[in-house]
């Protein structure tokens, strides 16, 4: 396993036992885009992961390398100032570390190596699991007492300072993420709680589309949220208490179709509905209703298309070409757009034959061999003791 793997690279390499830390991905049944208008969203916490092994060492720098991707090692020496690193990786390290210095945090000499399985670019949040993760095993080695809450606050405020202004979903969902269970998360005061996924003979699939995006450098994702901020403008000229979308009624909405750009009307009138979809999702999960849950993820995939303008040609083809299969409840884009991967709801006993007829599709149409991921939702970020034994995720501070 990656794990042992990287834990016995670590020992060959450092001459200490090592942490292990891992670091899940995240897949979004829905809620895309909403959680920096302060909306609804319901992420989970997937198998796939990024695992640290870290220990401390006798010397004022920080040692990263990379295992299991291109090989690269960099080096912060905590008593210097750093310029950009090659790898887009060191950056966001960068960006973690020059945030705990500047807030005084303690930090101590440490060697860390990294590696896992989360596709880059696919959309499941390789970023949010890098930050966490790092921040989290970094933590635990300069013996600081950092709640899970601060934890996502920096790792957020490291994606900022790179060029992204994401909002916290990712960051919750890879720390506060728990086996079987989504998370409702409520974006604009953090408080969540878990909704049951346990639909009795359906799987969820995720369908890697192979086409990669960038957010931090594809301004396309600011755009969007600069239009979502020009619509709450013009509403809080009349209505001053208005601050997000979250309190945007549809009514509102259309009392200043007329006087606001047609795009930004559009993409507000979609962060509107999706907010109401995450609600009536964790309705018909509650219920057990495989059908309405199809049916919202469809209807979600399009707005995301025809409104916000975020998937992709690739991404369009793999939902229509499984709308009309028997078996396949529903399907849509997942995560922040431009590319990565659809999350698929099949009956189970359909789901060999249903995806070698999307995959076969897929490849004639676009000559792109697409990848599958069985969906297994599992803990957030925790301490790996061996491949059995698991930190209680559960805790609010790292002790």
């Known amino acids: 396993m990656i794990a042992s793997e990287i834990k016995n690279y670590f020992e060959s390499n450092y001459n200490s036992r090592p942490l292990v830390v891992k670091a899940p991905g995240r897949i979004n049944l829905i809620g895309e885009h909403t959680d920096y208008n302060l909306g609804y969203v319901l992420p989970a916490s997937i198998e796939k992961g990024i695992y640290f092994a870290v220990s ?6 920080i040692n990263i390398e990379t295992f299991l991707t291109s090989p690269e090692k960099i080096t912060f020496n905590l008593k210097g100032k750093h310029t950009a690193y090659n790898a887009g990786w060191g950056n966001y390290f960068k960006a973690i570390i020059e945030i705990l210095v500047e807030n005084n945090y303690p930090l101590k000499g440490m060697d860390c190596v990294f590696g896992g399985d ?3 670019g696919s959309g499941l ?3 949010a699991a890098l930050c966490c993760g790092f921040l989290y095993a970094l933590s635990k080695v300069c013996e600081q007492h950092i709640t899970r809450e601060d934890i996502a606050l920096i790792a957020q405020k490291a994606e900022h300072k790179i060029g992204l202004n ?3 979903m990712d960051q919750y969902a890879v720390l506060f993420g728990k086996s079987k269970n989504a998370l409702f998360l409520d974006c604009r005061d953090l408080s969540h709680k878990y909704i049951p996924v346990n639909l009795k003979g359906y799987s969820w699939v995720l369908i890697n589309s ?3 995006h960038n957010l931090a450098v594809d301004s396309e994702y600011n755009k969007r949220r600069i239009s979502c901020e020009n619509i709450v403008a013009k509403i809080a000229e009349k209505r001053s ?5 979250r309190d945007v009624t549809m009514n509102d909405l259309k009392s200043i179709e007329s006087d606001v750009n047609p795009t930004d009307y559009k993409r507000a009138h979609y962060i509107i509905a999706e907010n109401q979809r995450v609600l009536k999702m964790i309705e018909v999960l509650n219920s057990g209703d495989a059908i309405q849950v199809g049916n ?4 979600g995939h399009w707005a995301m298309s025809k409104e916000f303008e975020i998937t992709t040609k690739e991404l369009d083809y793999l939902v229509e070409s499984g709308q009309d299969l028997e078996g396949i409840m529903g399907s849509r884009m997942m995560g922040g757009g431009f590319g990565g991967c659809t999350i698929n709801l099949i009956k189970t006993e359909t789901v060999e034959e249903n995806l070698k007829k999307i995959l076969y599709s897929y490849k004639n149409q676009t000559g792109i061999n697409a990848e599958v991921y069985r969906l297994n939702i599992d803990d957030g970020v925790h301490i790996v003791e061996d491949v059995s034994r698991k930190e209680d995720f559960n805790k609010k501070a790292v002790k």
Do not use: F, R, V
Not at 56 to 61: C, H, S, V
Not at 241 to 245: D, F, G
Not at 296 to 299: D, F, T
């Open 56 to 61: 401390g060492n006798a010397k004022a720098e």
């Open 296 to 299: 919202i993820l469809l209807e």
């Open 125 to 127: 949040s390789s970023s």
């Open 118 to 120: 989360i596709p880059i």
């Open 166 to 168: 994401c909002g916290l």
């Open 210 to 212: 192979k086409i990669t």
């Open 241 to 245: 208490e208005i601050t997000s979308l």
